[in-house]
């Protein structure tokens, strides 16, 4: 099988694991958080892009800037180019509106329905963020629900990673 150029993947550490991502034409496609070990990472992305060649080069401002995040530097994500959904789709709302959420706040799946103009499509939008495959850079963990509690959080580990990301944006050196 011939490896596409248009199509690269990446493993870096951070100071909570291991981290990857996939990186085509249009941007970030994919960003796995820290849950496993570099070499079982990199096997992982492989697979599930088997036209995707290893090449850290793409990475360099996300590697840069995750580093800092998990080091509790603040950060900024929403420059990070992403392959995003078809423009004017729900989905594609929805994660343009999510990337604006400041870190350290949070946003009810209901507010976020309001902001994109459909007050009352909440779940169908947490529904789109559970298909989020570009975590942290389209901050899914910002969105709890309307009474507060956090809600879902299809990333390995779920709810208690989504509660750790949230600690670590709360404990930034401004």
């Given at each position: 099988?011939?490896?596409?150029?248009?199509?690269?993947?990446?493993?870096?550490?951070?100071?909570?694991?291991?981290?990857?991502?996939?990186?085509?034409?249009?941007?970030?496609?994919?960003?796995?958080?820290?849950?496993?070990?570099?070499?079982?990472?990199?096997?992982?992305?492989?697979?599930?892009?088997?036209?995707?060649?290893?090449?850290?080069?793409?990475?360099?401002?996300?590697?840069?800037?995750?580093?800092?995040?998990?080091?509790?530097?603040?950060?900024?994500?929403?420059?990070?180019?992403?392959?995003?959904?078809?423009?004017?789709?729900?989905?594609?709302?929805?994660?343009?509106?999510?990337?604006?959420?400041?870190?350290?706040?949070?946003?009810?799946?209901?507010?976020?329905?309001?902001?994109?103009?459909?007050?009352?499509?909440?779940?169908?939008?947490?529904?789109?963020?559970?298909?989020?495959?570009?975590?942290?850079?389209?901050?899914?963990?910002?969105?709890?629900?309307?009474?507060?509690?956090?809600?879902?959080?299809?990333a390995p580990g779920g709810v208690s990673?989504?509660?750790?990301?949230?600690?670590?944006?709360?404990?930034?050196?401004?």
């Open positions: 099988m011939t490896k596409s150029t248009d199509l690269h993947y990446a493993t870096w550490p951070t100071a909570w694991g291991p981290m990857g991502g996939v990186w085509g034409p249009d941007g970030l496609e994919r960003v796995v958080l820290p849950h496993y070990q570099p070499d079982e990472l990199a096997a992982l992305l492989a697979w599930e892009h088997p036209k995707a060649v290893k090449d850290d080069r793409p990475f360099e401002a996300l590697i840069s800037r995750c580093r800092d995040y998990f080091n509790r530097k603040p950060v900024d994500f929403v420059d990070i180019p992403c392959h995003m959904p078809v423009e004017g789709t729900l989905a594609f709302r929805v994660y343009s509106q999510c990337r604006l959420i400041p870190p350290g706040q949070t946003r009810s799946y209901t507010q976020l329905a309001t902001l994109i103009g459909q007050p009352d499509s909440a779940r169908a939008v947490a529904s789109a963020l559970g298909r989020n495959h570009i975590p942290l850079v389209i901050p899914c963990h910002r969105v709890r629900y309307a009474d507060g509690r956090l809600g879902g959080f299809t990673v989504k509660q750790r990301l949230l600690d670590v944006e709360r404990g930034m050196a401004t």
